[in-house]
C-alpha cells in the first residue's frame, strides 16, 4: 500500500471523529502556540537589548578616570581627574585601536535667538561620529583643525534641535549661545532614540573638546575616552593593552591601584544575552511541557481510540490489511493528529505573538527555525506518542478483533 | 479439477482457563470449485472455527489446509494477509461496513489494501454495486441503508478483489425473512452465473436449502455431508 492511500485512509479515519479530532490537537495547538509566543517574546527581548548595546557604537570601549581619596572619602569612579588629551592620543597609536574620541562633558544653558534649553555638552573629537556608530542628519561634523584651533562649533542632537528651533527651520550656520559663549551650528545628528537605560541619547550638544576644555569647564583633564577597537575579536586584547598603556603613563605600580577604568561594552552585550537566553530556556521549557502533555492526550485518545475500533480493526485485517498496514495507519493518524495540530498552533502562535507586540508594545521576532522546530517537535510527538497504541492495534488477532463486542 | 479448499486433518485446540477445548478433531473436507457449501451445526459445533480457519483468520493446531492448490497453513501473518486481500472475500452477520463512511469507499477498501490504482478502485467498485444492485446508494452512508442494502454492499466488497472463494458468516441473521431471501437469491445467482465459490455457515435450514451441498457440524467432526437439491428459485 502506498503512501498516498495510507494517508487518505487515516484522514478518513480523523474526519469521521471530527470533534474528538479537534479536541485532540488542542493540546498540542496551545503547546505549540506556547512556544512559539515564549520564544518570540525572548528572542525579541534579545534583539532589542543587542540593538541597543550596539547603537553605543562598535567594539566600543570606554575609558573612565578612576576613584580619588579626599580626606578619606572616596568619590567612585569618574572622580578622579586624572585622563588628560595626551593619554587619548597615546592609546590612538596602539595597535588594534581603529579611533580614539576623548569626551569632556558639561552640563549648560543654551540659547538660541529667543529659545532656551538646558542640556548636555559633550567636548569631542571628529572621531565620535565613527565611534559611536552615529551618522550626521545634516551639515558636516567639526574637523580636526577645529579641534587644533578650539573652534566655536557645535553640532546638534535632535531634541535639542527640536527645543531650539521648533518652528523647524534650519539651525545649520545660526549661532546659539553656550554658558554665554557663541558657537555656530555646522550640524545635526541623526535621531537615535533612548539608550538601554531609558536616557535620551538625543538630548545632546557636541563640540570640540578643546573647545569645552577651553571655554566651557576650564579643566586641561578629560571625563572619558571613548575607544574603537578595530574589530570585536580584538576588543579584549585592547582592553589589556590599554591597561598597560595607562599605568605606565600614569606610573602606577603592581600593589597600586589603577587610577582609571576600562569598559567593555561587550561584557555588558554578553551579560544581558544571557539573561535573555536564559529566561528563553526556561519559556521555551514550559512550553515543551505543554507539548508533551498534549501528546500524552494523543495518547490517550489514540489508546480509547483502538479499543473502540477494535471490530475495525478486525474488519480491516479481514479485508486484507497487514499488521504493518495496521500500526502505519494508526500511526499515521497520530503524527497527522500532532502535525496539523502543530501547524494550527503556529498559526495561532503567530496571531498571539502579534497581538502581544500590539497590545503591550513588546518588541517580538519569530525565529523560522523556532516555527520549523515546534512543527517537527509536534510530528516527533505524534511518533512518540502514537507508536504504543498503533503496536497495540497491529498486535490484535484478527479473529478476537472481530469477535469483540 | 484442483480443489479451491482441501483441508486434511485439520484440529483447533483452544486453551481455556488451564482447560483444553477440542473445537475441531480432526477434519477432512475438500471444496471444489463452483460449490455452494452450507456449513451448518448448533453453536458450539465447530463451524464458526472452521470457517475461521478456511478465512485464514485463525490457523489450525494441527492438519493442513491448501487453498487453490497452496499449502498455506504455515504461513506468516503478512503472507496470510496478502491471500485474505486477493483470493478471500468475507460477508459477515452483522455486515460489518466502516461507519461514517460511503457505500463505494467501503466497497473500495479492500482494493486500497490489494494496492489497486485509485481510478481503477472507484470504477471497480461501481461495477460490482450495480451486479449486486445497489449502484444507486453509492453515496449513502450505512445508516442510511436498510439491513438488506447494507449486506448488498458488503457482498459488493467481497467480489472486488475477483476471489476465489466467498466465506459467509450468517449472512442472513440479521435480516427479516423476506430480505434474507433476497440475499440469498444474490449469492445464488453469483454462483450460478458468474460460477463463484461460496462457502457459508448458516443454523437455518431454510438458508441451507439454497446451497448445493450442506456440511453439518458437531462437537468438532463432521456429522453428514450431502448434496442436495437446491429449493426452487
Same mark, same amino acid.
Not at chain 1, 194 to 203: F, L, R
Not at chain 1, 216 to 222: A, N
Not at chain 2, 71 to 75: K, N, R
Given at each position: 500500500m502506498n503512501t498516498r492511500a495510507t494517508l487518505s485512509l487515516a484522514m478518513r479515519a480523523l474526519l469521521r471523529n471530527r470533534s474528538r479530532s479537534l479536541l485532540t490537537m488542542l493540546g498540542v495547538i496551545i503547546g505549540v502556540a506556547a512556544v512559539i509566543v515564549t520564544v518570540a517574546i525572548g528572542v525579541g527581548a534579545r534583539t532589542s537589548v543587542q540593538q541597543q548595546i550596539a547603537s553605543l557604537g562598535s567594539n566600543l570601549l570606554i575609558v573612565q578616570p578612576g576613584s580619588v581619596t579626599t580626606s578619606g572619602a572616596r568619590t567612585g569612579?569618574?572622580?578622579?581627574?586624572?585622563?588628560t588629551p595626551a593619554d587619548g592620543l597615546a592609546v590612538a597609536?596602539?595597535?588594534?585601536?581603529a579611533a580614539v574620541s576623548p569626551t569632556v562633558t558639561a552640563r549648560e544653558q543654551i540659547v538660541a535667538g529667543t529659545q532656551n534649553w538646558q542640556t548636555t555638552i559633550d567636548g569631542v573629537a571628529p572621531t565620535y561620529t565613527f565611534v559611536r556608530s552615529w551618522p550626521l542628519a545634516s551639515g558636516t561634523f567639526f574637523s580636526e583643525q577645529d579641534v587644533a584651533s578650539a573652534a566655536k562649533v557645535a553640532v546638534l542632537g535632535q531634541t535639542v534641535v527640536q527645543n531650539l528651533y521648533p518652528d523647524g527651520s534650519?539651525?545649520? $550656520?545660526s549661532s546659539i549661545l553656550i554658558d554665554g559663549v557663541p558657537f555656530t551650528v555646522v550640524g545635526t545628528l541623526a535621531p537615535l532614540g533612548?539608550?538601554?537605560?531609558?536616557?535620551?541619547?538625543?538630548?545632546t550638544v557636541l563640540v570640540p573638546y578643546t573647545s569645552a576644555m577651553e571655554r566651557?569647564? $576650564?579643566?586641561?583633564?578629560?571625563s572619558a575616552l571613548d575607544v574603537s577597537a578595530s574589530s570585536a575579536a580584538s576588543v579584549d586584547t585592547v582592553q589589556t593593552e590599554i591597561t598597560s598603556l595607562l599605568e605606565q603613563r600614569h606610573r602606577i605600580v603592581a600593589p597600586q591601584p589603577d587610577d582609571f577604568q576600562v569598559r567593555n561594552l561587550q561584557d555588558v552585550a554578553a551579560a544581558a544575552s544571557s539573561t535573555g537566553a536564559i529566561m528563553e530556556f526556561l519559556l521555551a521549557g514550559v512550553a515543551a511541557v505543554s507539548l508533551i502533555v498534549g501528546g500524552i492526550g494523543i495518547m490517550n485518545i489514540m489508546l480509547v481510540s483502538v479499543t473502540e475500533r477494535t471490530r475495525e480493526i478486525g474488519l480491516r485485517m479481514a479485508l486484507g490489511a497487514r499488521a504493518k498496514t495496521i500500526l502505519r495507519q494508526f500511526l499515521t493518524e497520530a503524527v497527522m493528529l500532532s502535525t496539523v495540530g502543530g501547524t494550527i498552533g503556529v498559526c495561532v502562535g503567530i496571531v498571539g505573538t502579534l497581538l502581544v507586540s500590539l497590545l503591550a508594545k513588546w518588541s517580538t521576532v519569530i525565529p523560522i527555525s523556532g516555527v520549523i522546530a515546534a512543527v517537527l517537535f509536534s510530528a516527533l510527538v505524534g511518533i512518540f506518542f502514537g507508536y504504543y497504541p498503533a503496536r497495540k492495534a497491529s498486535l490484535l488477532s484478527p479473529i478476537e478483533a472481530l469477535r469483540f463486542e | 479439477m484442483r480443489p479451491v479448499v482441501d483441508v486434511r486433518g485439520v484440529t483447533k485446540i483452544y486453551d481455556l482457563d488451564g482447560q483444553s477445548i477440542r =473445537?475441531? #478433531? /480432526?477434519i477432512d473436507l475438500t471444496i471444489d470449485p463452483g460449490e455452494f457449501v452450507a456449513v451448518m451445526g448448533p453453536?458450539?459445533?465447530g463451524k464458526s472455527t472452521f470457517m475461521h480457519i478456511v478465512g485464514m483468520l485463525d490457523r489450525p493446531t494441527a492438519g493442513t489446509y491448501s487453498l487453490e492448490g497452496t #499449502?498455506?497453513? !504455515?504461513?506468516d501473518g503478512d503472507a496470510r494477509a496478502d491471500i485474505r486481500s486477493r483470493r478471500l472475500g468475507f460477508v459477515f452477520q452483522a455486515y460489518n461496513l466502516l461507519a461514517r463512511t460511503s457505500a463505494i469507499e467501503n466497497v473500495e477498501l479492500p482494493m486500497v489494501y490489494a494496492g489497486v490504482p485509485a481510478a481503477d478502485r472507484r470504477r471497480i467498485a461501481l461495477e460490482k454495486l450495480e451486479e449486486v444492485g445497489? =449502484? !444507486?446508494?453509492? #453515496?449513502?452512508l450505512p445508516n442510511q441503508m436498510s439491513g438488506g442494502q447494507q449486506q448488498r454492499v458488503a457482498i459488493a466488497r467481497s467480489l472486488v478483489n475477483d476471489p476465489g472463494l466467498i466465506l459467509a458468516d450468517e449472512?442472513? /441473521?440479521?435480516? #427479516?425473512s423476506k430480505a434474507a431471501e433476497s440475499v440469498m437469491r444474490l449469492f445464488r445467482d453469483l454462483n450460478e452465473q458468474r460460477g463463484i465459490t461460496i462457502m457459508l455457515v448458516t443454523h437455518e435450514p431454510d438458508v441451507a436449502a439454497h446451497a448445493k451441498r450442506v456440511v453439518t457440524f458437531r462437537d468438532g467432526h463432521i456429522l453428514s455431508d450431502a448434496t442436495q437439491d437446491r429449493k426452487a428459485a
Open positions: 569612579y569618574g572622580g578622579a581627574s586624572t585622563l597609536t596602539l595597535p588594534g585601536v534650519s539651525p545649520i $550656520g533612548q539608550s538601554g537605560m531609558g536616557q535620551d541619547q538625543d538630548d566651557l569647564t $576650564g579643566q586641561t583633564t578629560v | =473445537a475441531l #478433531d /480432526g453453536s458450539g459445533s #499449502d498455506v497453513s !504455515q504461513l445497489v =449502484a !444507486q446508494l453509492k #453515496d449513502h449472512p442472513t /441473521g440479521a435480516l #427479516d
